[in-house]
């Protein structure tokens, strides 16, 4: 297999970095960079869910410096300085926060500098340095959380705990390239509640600067995915918050009532209070899976599946997909790139619930289309990416990771109880309309066997670049077409 | 002038003196003008905007038969992902830091190679980021070798995301990279018959770099009635129709000037006439349009009989149009498309209570002229993006209508006031009249969700920020 990367789906650290920081309320960004790399960064992912842009910001109203050939030339710290002063004025905020693109790295613009500067004025500014070239978006996500709390503990040393209760740190996953990060974050912190635990989400609605200043105080962080480590690391080491590294997104009851147990374990919470929150989960759980049976029945749902996803996303399906509705996985693509020392752990969660799964590390579109047509699913739980392999396999598939362009995602889950439930809604529908699409075919008048039509003409599509092509293609618009003949 | 044998276009600064940062009245704008030449400004608050890379990339994504691979850092390429092209094969080298010290040159090897490998693309276009300019890195000596090698055209376009403070020079890029291939190397070219072979009607070039599939085709739809052919560049290009482009008879732009490039070089390169009319939005502007390219061609008679008949069609419905007569509207779209729309509002009894543009330069001063002799004390703001400068104006203008693209849209969206967003419609031609008609009368009875998002405090901006003038962070440069 090759290294080439065909439309990759992961962005840069910039781009990352931006998504964090959109999602903090009374955060106010300072792209440090040439035009276009924060609007690049609303591209990356779902184009749908966030372009109405988060805290009342839309693509374009992104502070930053744009860089032209001048600050190129000459440096860009004196845009900088002017920028960062201006930003206080005009846009309202808590707190400033500059993220540096490739250029000004290339460059050699003195960051540290500029912050020192604003602070000595006291603008609560911070700066996270943030080059593109120096990884994707997960990694701006986990270097980006880091740098925010270090730079808090700086700008706000002496800031006292609000805490009432026992409170959790939830950390791992990522605004916008996990597309259901915000509702996930919202479900967690349901199931948290039902044993009387607080949670700082940190991150989406109603989270703020004080949000982050809490996290110190924190009586544990819930790590669930790769990228949560690096902060969940930084609050322990300095500030004695002990972990808890579940590595993936718990969906359906049993991981939910797991993680419950775990978290009683660690932060000795009431017995009979977590037996209660796991049997109402379960309940609950099996009585809408009851109400769904015999649809799942007749409609005979149990599809051979595979699952391409970043870590949180992938292990969590493998293991509700397999492990409570029986779905077989031959195959499951972990499209995030985590570190070589997280991968075990990942593969021995997904094996636990599906050990004849096929457990593989791609975020390229090639290799993951050659591994789902090897595996010959009957259903794909992919991005948007694989729909082409999809219909190429006639098979019906669910976008449930980034980039997504079939569905406008705002607080839908798939985390816990309800996410599960939401899960086996959308996949049945999916099956459903394919279901309904085949029967309106016209194999049964006429003959002809469609799904053989069907793939001809992909196989046209395809092969559009070969030189017999010709203007009246099926997908070609007649706008395009030449009129003169 | 342009120069063909250059490596990539010029900036539009230097093309055309274009503003990217301006506001006043179009009095005191076409003052400025007469003194002298449109000075530019820069902002020293800024918000984000497009760079000439993320409109190349959007319009190349658009081409027919190639593939493209963004040499950069994987982000640069995330544009890529809003294309609607189902058929577009695109791959990013993502270098990363130690190829920014080192040079990507091997990796973008190994990527053209894979993609031509897996793909047999007509040609393949290599798509430079800010990283690989500033490093400098050879991608003209990698397409040479690798050129010859696969035996198809590998075509650069030096986008590099800072040269110009004016984006659209992402578009004149793009048509200097597909030119200089064309008139370059018009043997490797893969080639269709030539259209006289196909028919002795008369056919024309559409230069247009930002209009949607439908809109060109309700234009050529219009133009076939005149038994005049027509074919898209550079957006939607067909490589084999490159033979088509270079004999047109003539190229003529859809939207008053922003995909001019191509046209100038043609006619400087080829001899083949320019035309430059106002963008066909309303009646009037429509007809010159059809007007202009009829003429040359001797389609004049055919030409009047069809204005004229479309004309009567539309005269009812412009009528019956009361509702919206005198409603107040802001229209915030490129220059040629909001002069021209400008022009609509009148035949339809709108009043336009602001415009904003992206950009200006000095090769709409006769149109501004124009609106002046009706509406000297029109507000104009220039700014691509940079919703900041333009919050203040509409809480005074008070429009009862924003006409925009959507994305442009959320900051009137915010104030409560009712927005058109146009990407889904065609507003071109005279069919594109009804359509607007439809949809304003629309929008300004169904602003609900507007009205909901307006209540309670959603603004972004300081209060200090919201008394002072739009203005205030727009400034001379120092030189």
């Known amino acids: 297999m090759s290294s080439t990367h065909y439309a990759d789906r992961n962005g840069c650290a910039l781009h990352g970095v931006i998504k964090v920081l959109d999602a903090i309320q009374g955060v106010v960004p300072i792209v440090h960079a040439n035009a276009g790399c924060s609007l690049n960064g609303r591209f990356s992912a779902n184009t749908l869910n966030g372009a109405i842009g988060r805290y009342f910001r839309s693509p374009l109203e992104q502070g930053a410096t744009t860089l032209f050939d001048k600050h190129v030339v000459f440096g860009g710290t004196a845009r900088l300085r002017e920028q960062i002063k201006n930003s206080v004025k005009v846009l309202q905020g808590d707190l400033y926060v500059v993220a540096t693109g490739c250029v000004p790295e290339i460059i050699g613009d003195d960051l540290p500098a500029m912050i020192k500067e604003a602070r000595e004025q006291r603008f609560p500014v911070l700066g996270i340095t943030s080059p593109g070239f120096k990884g994707n978006a997960y990694a701006g996500y986990a270097a980006s959380l880091k740098a925010l709390l270090v730079g808090i503990d700086d700008l706000f040393p002496k800031e006292a705990s609000e805490r009432t209760g026992k409170r959790v740190n939830l950390l791992g996953l990522v605004p916008e390239q996990d597309p259901f990060w915000e509702g996930d974050l919202l479900e967690l912190e349901q199931i948290l509640a039902s044993v009387g635990l607080q949670s700082n989400r940190l991150l989406g609605q109603g989270q703020d600067v004080r949000s982050w200043k809490q996290a110190r105080h924190a009586d544990l962080s819930l790590v669930l995915s790769p990228w949560g480590h690096e902060a969940a690391d930084y609050l322990e080491s300095q500030h004695q918050v002990p972990i808890l590294d579940l590595g993936w997104l718990p969906v359906g009851s049993r991981d939910a009532g797991q993680l419950l147990e775990q978290l009683a374990r660690r932060l000795e919470l009431n017995e009979q209070q977590l037996d209660t929150a796991k049997r109402q989960l379960d309940g609950h759980q099996r009585y809408y899976l009851q109400k769904a049976a015999t649809t799942w029945l007749s409609q005979d749902l149990q599809k051979r599946s595979v699952i391409v996803a970043p870590s949180a996303t992938a292990v969590g399906l493998a293991r509700f997909l397999a492990g409570t509705l029986g779905h077989p996985l031959p195959v499951v693509v972990i499209t995030d790139d985590p570190d070589e020392s997280r991968r075990d752990a990942l593969q021995h969660a997904i094996h636990e619930q599906s050990p004849s799964s096929q457990v593989w590390f791609s975020s390229s579109q090639q290799q993951i289309a050659e591994l789902l047509r090897n595996a010959v699913p009957e259903f794909i739980f992919a991005s948007h990416l694989e729909q082409p392999t999809a219909s190429a396999l006639h098979v019906p598939l669910l976008e449930i990771a980034t980039p997504v362009r079939q569905s406008l995602i705002l607080q839908r889950n798939y985390a816990g109880v309800q996410g599960a439930l939401s899960l086996v809604e959308d996949f049945s529908a999916a099956v459903l309309q394919a279901n309904q699409a085949a029967a309106r075919t016209p194999i049964a008048t006429t003959g002809v066997n469609t799904q053989l039509l069907a793939s001809k003409i992909w196989q046209e599509r395809r092969g559009r670049g070969s030189s017999n092509r010709s203007s009246t293609e099926p997908d070609s618009p007649a706008a395009l077409s030449p009129i003169a003949s | ?479």
């Open chain 2, 1 to 479: 002038m342009v120069n063909i044998r250059q490596r990539t276009a010029p900036q539009r600064e230097k093309r055309l003196g274009p503003l990217s940062a301006w506001y006043g009245s179009i009095s005191s704008l076409l003052r400025e003008a007469s003194e002298g030449e449109l000075v530019q400004r820069i902002r020293t608050f800024a918000q984000e905007t497009p760079s000439d890379l993320i409109l190349g990339l959007e319009l190349l994504a658009t081409l027919r038969g190639v593939a493209i691979v963004v040499h950069g850092p994987a982000g640069c390429a995330a544009g890529l992902h809003q294309s609607q092209n189902p058929d577009l094969h695109w791959a990013v080298t993502r270098i990363n830091e130690r190829d920014s010290i080192l040079g990507g040159d091997t990796k973008l090897r190994a990527t053209i190679r894979q993609l031509y490998a897996d793909h047999q693309p007509d040609a393949i276009l290599i798509v430079s980021s800010p990283v690989v300019i500033i490093n400098n890195d050879d991608i003209d000596s990698v397409v040479e070798e690798l050129r010859e090698e696969l035996g198809i055209p590998l075509i650069p376009v030096f986008t590099d995301g800072f040269r110009s403070k004016v984006a659209a020079t992402g578009y004149d890029v793009v048509s200097h990279a597909l030119l200089k291939e064309l008139l370059a190397h018009p043997a490797t070219t893969p080639t269709t018959a030539p259209p006289s072979a196909q028919s002795s009607n008369p056919h024309v070039t559409l230069l247009s770099v930002q209009e949607s599939g439908a809109a060109i085709a309700s234009l050529q739809a219009l133009l076939a009635e005149l038994d005049i052919a027509s074919q898209p560049f550079p957006r939607y290009f067909d490589l084999h129709d490159g033979e088509r482009i270079t004999s047109a008879r003539l190229s003529v732009t859809l939207d008053g000037g922003t995909a001019d490039y191509a046209g100038q070089i043609l006619q400087e390169q080829l001899g083949q006439p320019y035309l430059n009319p106002p963008a066909p939005i309303g009646i009037a502007a429509t007809r010159q349009w059809l007007t202009a390219i009829a003429e040359p061609l001797g389609r004049q008679a055919a030409a009047a009989a069809l204005i004229q008949q479309q004309e009567q069609q539309l005269a009812s419905a412009l009528q019956a149009a009361t509702q919206v007569r005198g409603r107040k509207v802001f229209i915030h779209l490129a220059a040629g498309p909001a002069l021209s729309l400008w022009h609509l509002a009148q035949e339809i009894g709108l009043e336009v209570v602001g415009i904003k543009v992206p950009f200006l330069d000095n090769s709409q001063i006769p149109a501004l002229h124009e609106i002046a002799r009706s509406q000297e004390n029109l507000p104009i703001l220039v700014g691509h993006g940079q919703a900041f400068e333009e919050i203040a104006l509409l809480k005074s203008a008070r429009p009862d209508l924003y006409i925009s693209h959507g994305i442009d849209a959320l900051p009137a969206a915010r104030l409560g006031i009712a927005t058109l967003p146009l990407d889904q419609l065609n507003i071109l031609g005279f069919a594109g009249v009804s359509t607007l008609l439809q949809h304003i009368e629309r929008r300004l009875n169904h602003a609900h969700l507007q009205r909901f998002l307006a209540e309670g405090e959603n603004e972004p901006y300081s209060h200090g920020w919201l008394k002072k003038s739009a203005y205030w962070y727009i400034k001379q440069e120092v030189r």
